[in-house]
């Protein structure tokens, strides 16, 4: 089991660089997230809107037609596209529908609400097989890749040429892709070690406290502990919220390693700040939302840092 490195609380695992005076949306990346279903709208919203508030520069929701006026709901600035659906999912036609648009993405988070269904099984695939893509693969579709056992070869492996690919699996999610049960945190630490080493995949293990575990450039995978976050956490939605958040920092320009410590770092913030201002136990993933926007700037550096 490789040594692991655990964060301070503060600073940052990392920074990234502060705005500049002429910064335009263009800037800040144009991010795609993937997902929802009828009754699990919410999940893919929370995941668009956590975008917005890690500062994308666009974002836009691809869901089944059926909920498209619904997402668009949660938030104005909130771009949404209808894919073809069967009434409550997508249908096999969404991934056609998806191609030709996924060019124009910097990144893409797929899997919040998006069910086990054919429509979504072939979004995924689809995704997976685009190794110039950025991507963030959490919820269903890590239960859909245990369920086709798409890992069990090198297929969709990616190597250090290839785009990001960063998986954020709850330890029962880690559990169906590698059968480490969810209870042996040192178990899973060294199946999702293995994983990242032979696959290439950066892989967030999310809990209290979460880990991401990541190669580090000499080929073997390096495990880092965060120290943000709380047991409020623990509710509906907070990993939807995390996922838009690792998409945002890849659309800005992020390694997967990076995105990811640093995006489980200030989401953890995001829960301080919303137990703090609320309570552990009444917070919601609307909570860790509104907060996101109060600790975002944590993630930049100051402004004399860059001598702007
Ligand atoms: N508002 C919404 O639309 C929401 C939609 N969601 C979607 O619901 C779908 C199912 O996700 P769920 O995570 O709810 O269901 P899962 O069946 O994947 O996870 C729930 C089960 O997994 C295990 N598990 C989860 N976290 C664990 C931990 N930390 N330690 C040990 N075992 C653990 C437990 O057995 C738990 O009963 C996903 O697509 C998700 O995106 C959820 O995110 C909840 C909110
Ligand atoms: N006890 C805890 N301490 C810190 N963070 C927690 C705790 N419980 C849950 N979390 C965080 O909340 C999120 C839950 O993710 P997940 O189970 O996927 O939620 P959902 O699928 O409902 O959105 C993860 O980021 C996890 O690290
Ligand atoms: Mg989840």
Redesign the pocket.
Known sequence: MPSIVTQSTSPPPLRIPSREVSAHKGNFGRVLLVGGSRGMAG?IA?SSIAALHTGSGLVAAAVPDCILDCVAGFHPALMTIGLPDDGQRFSDAAWESTQDRLSAQAAVGCG?GITTGSGGAKMVEGLLAKKDLPLVL??DALNLIAQQNWFADDRFGRNKDDAACVL?P?PG?LQRLTGAPASEVDGQLEAATEMANRLGLTIVV?????HVVYQDGNGEADVWRNTT???G??????????TGVVTSLLGQGLSGPDAARLG?WI??RS?DEAAARFSRAGMT?QQVLDALMLVADEMTEAANEQGS
């Not at 999310?206 to 979460?210: D, I, L, N, Q």
């Open positions: 999940s929370l919040p959490d919820a954020t709850h999610e999310k809990g209290g406290p979460s976050g709380n047991p956490m623990a509710t509906a939605g907070c990993g939807d919220v995390l489980v989401h953890g829960g993933a």
